[in-house]
């Protein structure tokens, strides 16, 4: 039995066909940006085109696409980083001004769509990278995620993006914590879309020939479903597709 299914059997990871139905429902867009998704484009991107997440890239498109049709929100993250803040442990990456921090030529659309939200994060976690000074000085902040929720009364929201068990990952299980609490009121739903997520793969073999340590392997089919089994079993909805 290979390593996937022996976790599969033990961690299992189940998805369906979802449909938001007459309720309102927002996509969410992270860090669908060069840095992360075009081969070649800085430190954390593929070293070669990455089938999985080329899958990604063309799921999300065609899904924003249909939501903008329907007159549906959507909100895109965009890692950015100031040069020379680092984030520890990841060598510098997405900085403002380098291009990597742009979205990928095929979503380049979404700057001028009336119904796109972007925000520019420089954390892992979306939620506290949409935290902002409501008025700079003053010490009072709010969060643009829970503003764009309340804004457009939504019911649910499809999440997609790189990485499934990094950036996806924190956003969509803080996202949970923050509906139980109470401060997402009209939310019920946070859908994560497996078609149109992806991560990095770094085999533990490619980390030894790099001199890496073994703590940095990141064999890509294992992280991705051990991404998905941590959001599903924190009450996540993992679909197939989205249906209209």
Request: with cysteine.
């Amino acid at each position: 039995m290979t390593a996937p299914g022996m976790i599969q059997e033990q961690l299992p990871v189940a998805m369906a066909p979802w449909s938001p139905g007459a309720g309102p429902a927002g996509l969410v867009i992270i860090d669908a940006v060069h840095g992360f998704c075009t081969a070649g484009a800085g430190p954390l991107a593929p070293a070669a085109p990455s089938p999985q997440v080329s899958r990604m890239i063309r799921e999300i498109d065609d899904l924003a696409r249909r939501f903008t049709a329907a007159g549906r929100p959507l909100l895109a993250f965009l890692d950015t980083h100031e040069p020379g803040r680092p984030e520890p442990p990841y060598p510098p990456h997405c900085e403002r001004g380098s291009g990597h921090e742009e979205l990928v030529d095929e979503l380049a659309w979404l700057e001028g769509e009336p119904l796109a939200t972007l925000i520019r994060k420089d954390c892992i976690n979306g939620f506290v990278g949409a935290i902002e000074p409501a008025h700079p000085g003053h010490g009072v902040t709010h969060n643009r995620v829970v503003d764009w929720i309340a804004l457009n009364r939504l019911r649910s929201i499809v999440v997609t993006g790189i990485c499934t068990d990094i950036c996806v990952l924190d956003f969509v299980v803080t996202m949970l914590s923050a509906r139980n609490h109470g401060l997402l009121s009209t939310l019920r739903d946070i859908v994560v879309l497996e078609p149109a997520c992806a991560t990095y793969d770094l085999p533990l073999e490619t980390a030894r020939h790099l001199d890496l340590p073994d703590g940095a392997a990141h064999p890509q089919a294992l992280t991705h479903h051990l991404g998905l089994y941590l959001m599903a079993s924190r009450g996540a909805v993992l679909a197939s597709e989205i249906q209209d």
